[in-house]
């Protein structure tokens, strides 16, 4: 997830500048160096200062980890911070540009390289991933309208999926980007279809064909470039992030050639206001390496020509009540998971799961559900809510 990128190096810091430069810089998000409000930051080590100079949000990040600083709300914290828009009142480090020219020479999701990147994040263990989450394991937004708890929330999401793909009982959906086949199980439990799920992940793959042996579902090792059949409608949900903006054509080039002529296809993802060509420098080097966020006009870009937009829903706020679920959850599990993780680790996933939060309730990121038919196909979309 893209959350946030910036450096804060003065131009000419001079010894002892640092804490004074930070302290005057936070001033401006209402946020305090030691002070007593729930959002400000605790100093436990001054090397939190050059970290963070140096580095930006990437040495915010890492001071983090290392326990440099502390926060009783950090969420609340990196809330402010993204809502000051600190990133327009400071320069840019040679570091951040390096990585910024990177992004946008090489193509950083190739084939060799996603099969790299997906299992250092969705095979980090599957016991975390069913303690922090709900019983389908769903590791995507949450739809809270109505629903009281994460469980409640996720039946919603799903629920509203398959709705909005009109799915009817005895037709073949692809779902891409299966992850554990939650969606994949709901909609042959729920509506009778035969499901077809790819992911990139042999711990997913595993625990999805346990999970629904029992279903017509099939879990397929696989990247998307490699899809053969056409199916009656095509999900994505939480998979466009790992696509990369110099792939979004042909990705939707491939759905497009999978789709029937009378089909729909759902795409659920994070988005941005702005076209990026690479994420935050910190969640690419701890959390999702090579991810990034697609924006209105990339997606509009990549679908020209080849789909018709039938509808386009924004449910972002509900993933900061999601995450802030899963924190909840990832900190009452920890007594039984820090045998088998570390606490560098700890402070790492709780960080990601903060500063997710907070770009999502700042409104940095965004939670987009669209829905495409190809063009010829004439039936008439009612929206569904």
């Known amino acids: 997830m893209d959350t946030y990128s910036f450096s804060l190096m003065p131009d000419s810091p001079r ?16 946020i305090r160096l030691n002070g007593t409000e729930p959002w400000d930051i605790r100093v436990n080590d001054h090397r939190f200062y050059s970290s963070v100079l140096r580095d930006g949000s990437l040495g915010l990040g890492e001071s983090y980890m290392a326990g440099f600083w502390d926060s009783p709300s950090p969420d ?45 994040h969705y095979d980090l263990g599957n016991d975390l991933f069913a303690m922090m989450l709900d019983e389908r394991m769903i590791y995507s937004c949450a739809y ?10 996720q039946e919603k999401k799903l629920d509203l999926i398959c709705r909005k793909l009109h799915l009817e009982r005895g037709q073949r959906l692809l ?9 994949a199980g709901y909609a042959a439990e729920k509506y009778g279809v035969e499901v077809v799920g790819i992911t990139l992940s042999e711990e997913q793959a595993r625990l ?85 966020m697609p924006s209105l006009r990339q997606i509009a870009a990549a679908a020209e020509g080849l789909w018709v937009m039938e509808d386009w829903h924004n449910f972002g706020t509900d993933y900061d009540l999601t995450l802030m679920e899963w924190r909840r959850r990832f900190n009452a599990a920890w007594p039984a998971l820090k045998a088998a ?6 402070r790492m996933w709780d960080y990601y799961l903060c500063c997710s939060a907070a770009s999502f309730r700042a409104k940095k990121n965004k ?10 196909n004439h039936r008439i979309y009612t929206p569904v809510r």
């Open 15 to 30: 010894p002892g500048y640092e804490q004074q430069f930070i302290g005057e810089l936070l001033a401006k998000a209402d």
């Open 76 to 120: 609340t914290t990196l809330y402010k911070l993204l809502s000051a828009d600190l990133e327009t009142r400071v320069g840019r480090s040679l570091k951040i540009m390096l990585y910024r020219l990177a992004g946008r020479l090489f193509n950083g999701q190739s084939l060799k390289q996603v099969r790299r990147d997906v299992p250092r």
């Open 144 to 153: 809270w309208q109505g629903a009281r708890t994460l469980e409640e929330a």
């Open 175 to 183: 779902d891409i980007g299966c992850g554990w086949g939650g969606l």
């Open 208 to 292: 999805a064909r346990e999970r629904h042996a029992h279903l017509p579902v099939t879990i397929c090792l696989q990247d998307y470039r490699n899809l053969t059949g056409q199916f009656d409608r095509v999900v994505s949900v939480g998979m466009m992030e790992h696509v990369g903006y110099k792939n979004y054509r042909r990705y939707m080039q491939v759905v497009h050639q999978a789709l029937k002529a009378d089909g729909l296809f759902l795409l659920h993802c994070i988005g941005s206001d702005t076209s990026v060509n690479r994420t935050d420098p910190w969640i690419n080097r701890y959390i999702f390496p090579n991810g990034m």
């Open 341 to 346: 993780y570390s606490e560098t680790f700890y």
């Open 367 to 376: 939670l987009w559900q669209m829905v495409f038919s190809k063009p010829g």
